[in-house]
């Protein structure tokens, strides 16, 4: 293969670094030209057009591109969730240089969008550094105190994951003497309890761990949501925990498939299910019991997001390609939920000045339309139907359980009735939150100030995209199983 063909694989990552160069270059220009810095919405013009052209390229492009079917559709993904998150507008003054910020979001963005692409293990950590990295200076663009700690704790966490990762990628080279999945895969097959194979997947798993921030591996999480500018945040919590995600499966059902074990009641084998599934069990107590002791809002989601990262990890557990495919699925419900969450608590902490639960009272009288936006969010968090969260949660734990018997030892049933009963716990902390919007009063009911027209964008796409999801899931989840199917194979 040339290096024109190499090239022509990663169009849409080119187009949204050159489009990030492009605005490190107007920003200077302006700089030198007025002494000040570009207009936040010339910039943020200039960055959606780069996400327009990228996704021109992946769609329009597939005659040059040579991507597997999940590559190219999460590329898509990502790219979405990375427009609105650019749609998303930094609060007044927060965003000194809106030049450089957006161009580290493109950055971010192209760095996630190859992380999903590749089945090269050494270009699967340059890819996620390149994204973290980026995403490390976006959470501490502002020069204040509480951005600067969320991006130092965010960094140094960061940074020994990376580490953990980067030795574990370097002795599952030492075990199979070759970089790609696929060949990894056959040595996986040869010698699936290798000593030195699992310990090297061990590591990467606790990188992925961190990008995923699952428990005990989350402790940045809850400073960063709450610290980071809001935009910074929603492409945390959406954009990298699905690209965290397609890594997990490519790694484990690609390269380690045979060497899964079972983590079924009274029928445990060796393998890194019995991994995932303790880790599920953590993150999913752990988020939603923290969760119920929160009032910052922001912090409550960064608990929701443990907790959810333990139901993705309940489909993984069960290692077979539908169950994949569903916690795909319900990872990409999961980021337009959280996203959502995020840009309505964004739009009542710039009007009331805090993210406090009790900021959001009355929020049905002062914005009919944000608090209907938060309903949506939030009740599809909790699973409520007919929303996309209660179909994605269906759909891993039946998933998880389809081969599973009620009488006797198989399955993940013990698994998914932690899951189901602790979803039954978070509507608490949910509630109390739409109780505050829709029942509680205000002190005042004078009409909150209109946010920007992306900032609307950001609140009612979403939330229109989980609705009809939730009437209508088949396409998607069609897409999701048919790309799971044609990378991982059979069941």
């Excluded at 079917?69 to 749609?87: E, M, Q, S, T």
């Excluded at 000593?195 to 400073?223: Q, R």
């Excluded at 997990?248 to 079924?264: K, M, N, Q, Y």
């Excluded at 891993?396 to 359980?401: D, R």
Aim: aromatic share 10%.
């Amino acid at each position: 293969m040339n290096d024109l063909v190499y090239l022509s694989e990663l169009l849409p990552e080119a187009v949204a670094v050159l489009t990030a160069l492009v605005l490190l270059g107007v920003s200077a220009a302006a700089g030198a030209k007025t002494g000040k810095a570009v207009r936040p919405g010339t910039t943020m013009t200039i960055a959606l057009a780069g996400i327009l052209g990228s996704l021109a390229m992946l769609v329009f492009g597939a005659e040059w591109v040579a991507l597997d079917a999940l590559g190219r559709l999460f590329k898509g993904v990502i790219l979405v969730l990375g427009g609105l998150a650019i749609l998303l507008p930094p609060a007044k003054r927060e965003i000194a240089h809106p030049g450089e910020f957006h161009a580290l979001m493109l950055f971010a963005i192209a760095g996630l969008m190859m992380a999903v692409g590749t089945n090269h293990l050494l270009f699967l950590f340059v890819a996620l550094e390149l994204a973290s990295l980026s995403l490390y200076l976006l959470a501490g663009f502002p020069r204040t105190r509480r951005p600067a700690e969320a991006s130092l704790k965010y960094f140094l966490f960061g940074g020994v994951s990376a580490a953990f990762m980067l030795f574990g990628l370097s002795l599952l080279y030492g075990f199979a003497g070759t970089a790609l999945l696929p060949e990894l895969a056959k040595k996986v097959t040869v010698e699936p309890a290798s000593a030195l194979a699992m310990t090297g997947l061990l590591m990467v798993m606790v990188g992925l761990g961190f990008k995923l921030a699952a428990a005990p591996f989350h402790y940045w999480a809850p400073d960063v949501y709450q610290g980071a500018p809001a935009t910074s945040v929603g492409l945390v919590a959406a954009a990298s925990k699905v690209a965290g995600l397609v890594v997990a499966v490519r790694l484990l059902g690609i390269g380690f498939r045979a060497a899964g074990g079972s983590a079924a009641w009274g029928g445990i084998e060796a393998g890194w299910s019995v991994w995932l599934a303790v880790l599920a069990a953590v993150s999913i107590l752990l988020g939603n019991l923290l969760a119920l002791a929160q009032t910052s809002v922001r912090r409550l989601l960064a608990y929701s997001a443990v907790a959810n990262t333990g139901y993705l990890l309940v489909g993984l557990c069960a290692n077979g390609s539908n169950a994949f495919g569903m916690s795909l699925f319900y990872v990409i419900v999961y980021g337009l939920a959280t996203f959502g969450a995020l840009a309505v608590t964004a739009a009542v902490e710039r009007d009331r000045g805090t993210d406090d639960r009790h900021a959001f009272a009355g929020l049905i009288h002062r914005s009919p339309m944000q608090a209907l936006c938060l309903l949506v969010f939030l009740a599809s968090l909790a699973g409520i139907p007919p929303l996309a969260g209660f179909v994605g949660k269906f759909g891993v734990f039946s998933a998880a359980l389809k081969d599973s018997a009620w009488d006797s030892a198989q399955g993940l049933v013990w698994l998914v009735a932690l899951a189901a009963m602790m979803s039954a716990v978070s509507l608490y902390y949910y509630l109390r939150i739409l109780k505050e919007a829709f029942v509680s009063e205000s002190v005042d009911d004078i009409a909150c100030e209109l946010p920007p027209v992306g900032h609307r964008l950001a609140m009612l796409l979403p939330a229109a995209v989980l609705v009809v999801l939730g009437c209508f899931p088949a396409p998607l989840m069609q897409a999701v199983g048919r790309a799971v199917a044609a990378v991982l194979g059979g069941p």
